[in-house]
């Protein structure tokens, strides 16, 4: 690839840090770097590849000359600038629900359908964290097995909230073990050592009671692995876990398939790696998940309540497989 | 019901100081009590309605003249001494695993198969701590619609390993804040700010690779509901909150259930609350069970991938309805 001219809308956020850092890890070719984000971070600096970068105002204008440019600002920014930045020529990576059901959008997860960013008209969305994961590991049993359903419960972390969300969850638990009342500004209720069926943390329900991150596991899985038959059901929970997701994940099959079959069809499949040793007490981690950019699988199992379904326990980086990386291995595809 | 002579054995641990609480709030007439624990607990002197008792060492010939014993010393201990209980006319309540699975003994919810308490021959076993709450829930759901399979992931609480476990949570909490290397000594990996999915923490797995927890909430569940064809299949996680299980618990039933329809059930159903008004964002939490002996129910949904399935999430103390309450309850039924 020839070197391009990149811009980082939300560059001071938590997945804006980890762009940057993933675009520096692999190598990137980045002829220039544009850093953007909202008023507030008017006059910060940041560094990338050793070179201190001011960070600019996003504005309308800000797109002219750019070639690609990777968002990650929230669906109100990205609504907002997205096709300014279209118009000006440049192609966006979009990390926000913005634009992902969007027929004219692509939904890619690179190891799944690397295809589809062919058919981009300036946007491409980048899938929601807890649903790139799960797909990644899904996409070689739908290969070989075609799923039918898939029951999913996820135990996801606080960094897919934000800086602040991270810096809540801190505080809390430092006041729960000091005996002093933890403060909720960002969560609806005490996120240290609970468990909140929440994502996200305000306007989360829909009228059916689904929250907006059990319908976009819902709907974006269909979207990506291009088929609408797979019926998906989830609950979607915040765990006190810094970073890296974990998913609980039943799918039933067409045909069936051995935890002996799934284990060997996933030490093939691209980006996943098994940890599935009982007798080591190996299984996917969110702490050993953390700073890694592959998808873990483990806990395999054929489960006795059906004849053709399986368990699976699926751990990854929200920051990294579930954000930053993939978006720069979609602009890698392009 | 007339005074009894009580003992409790494995009084010193974390469930046992739940049992003698749980006996003086429900006002339980206690004739005399005897605390029983292992030669460590030596001396020790715990209170009960305002007197101090001395613990005594607990061997063959403590139950002369003991009516009920209230058992939470764990497997083996109960294996060793209940029969010795036994003989000496002594009825127990085992909250062990030791005892849950044999025919001849009753493994009894009150709320769910109260009944089957009379068909004891000396010893009723108390169920596992994530079986009790879920079983109270699907109880008056499969009276309604008749539960065919059940899908359930926990989020299962640090207590439920004892008081050794809690410190460690706190103690790894507190390194990780200060940046230093957790260390553990109970769990298999890291639980400060991780989701571990093997419970116990130690001898967890069979060969079938599911964990001896998940094999307890699927063999239990077909007890206790005296239905074994309710198919079960569970994946058990143990996650960074102090006191309280949550379930992500996902049914099939043979006729369809609304989820208003599951939602007026339940809110009749003994020892139920239903806590589920998404627009006060009211659904059940671990740390508002925590000190509650009922279950709370919420986040009932109808799941759009099966024809006739809801997802719910239940949430117990799992020391409370889950150990001592349970147990408590059981004794008065005698």
Redesign the interface.
């Known amino acids: 690839m020839s070197s391009k001219t990149v811009a980082v809308a939300g560059a001071t956020g938590l997945v804006g840090h980890h762009l940057l850092k993933t675009l520096e890890s692999r190598n990137f070719p980045v002829k220039s770097l544009k850093l953007l984000a909202s008023e507030r971070s008017k006059g910060k600096r940041l560094t990338f590849r050793g070179e201190e970068i001011p960070v600019e105002v996003l504005t309308e204008n800000s797109f002219k000359g750019v070639e690609i440019a990777l968002f990650s600002a929230g669906g109100g920014t990205s609504k907002k600038f997205t096709p300014c930045a279209v118009r000006d020529g440049c192609v966006v990576i979009d990390n926000s629900s913005a634009w992902r059901m969007d027929p004219e959008v692509p939904l890619v997860v690179p190891e799944v359908n690397a295809a589809a960013v062919r058919t981009h008209h300036g946007i491409i969305a980048n899938p929601n964290c807890s649903t790139i994961q799960m797909v990644v590991v899904l996409k070689p049993l739908h290969d070989a097995a075609r799923i039918e ?3 999913v ?1 996820t ?1 996801q972390a606080v960094s897919g909230a934000g800086i602040n969300a991270l810096k809540e969850l ?1 505080d809390q ?2 006041a729960v ?1 000091e005996g002093r009342d933890p403060v909720c500004q960002i969560f ?3 996120i240290a ?6 994502i996200p943390q305000s306007d ?2 829909e009228d ?3 929250s907006t991150e059990e319908i976009k596991m ?1 709907k974006e899985t269909q979207k990506i692995m291009g088929d609408q038959s797979i ?3 989830a ?1 979607t ?1 915040r ?4 970073t890296g997701h ?1 998913e ?1 994940v ?1 799918i039933e099959t067409r045909d069936k398939l051995t ?1 002996d079959r799934a284990r060997e069809i996933l030490r093939k499949a691209p980006s996943v790696i098994v940890q599935d040793d ?2 080591k ?1 190996l ?5 050993s998940a953390e700073g890694r950019w592959e998808t873990f699988v ?9 004849s053709r ?1 399986l ?1 699976l ?1 699926i751990v990854s980086d929200n920051l990294l497989k579930g954000a930053a990386y993939n978006a720069v291995q979609i602009a890698e595809l392009l």
């Open positions: 359903r898939v029951v419960s135990y801190e638990t430092r073990l609806p209720h005490q050592f609970n468990c909140i069926p929440q989360a329900f059916d009671g689904y819902i019926r998906v059901t609950t929970v765990v006190p876990v810094r974990s609980s039943n935890a009982l007798a007490q299984y996917p981690l969110a702490t483990g806990r395999i199992r054929e489960d006795g309540s059906h379904a368990n326990w």
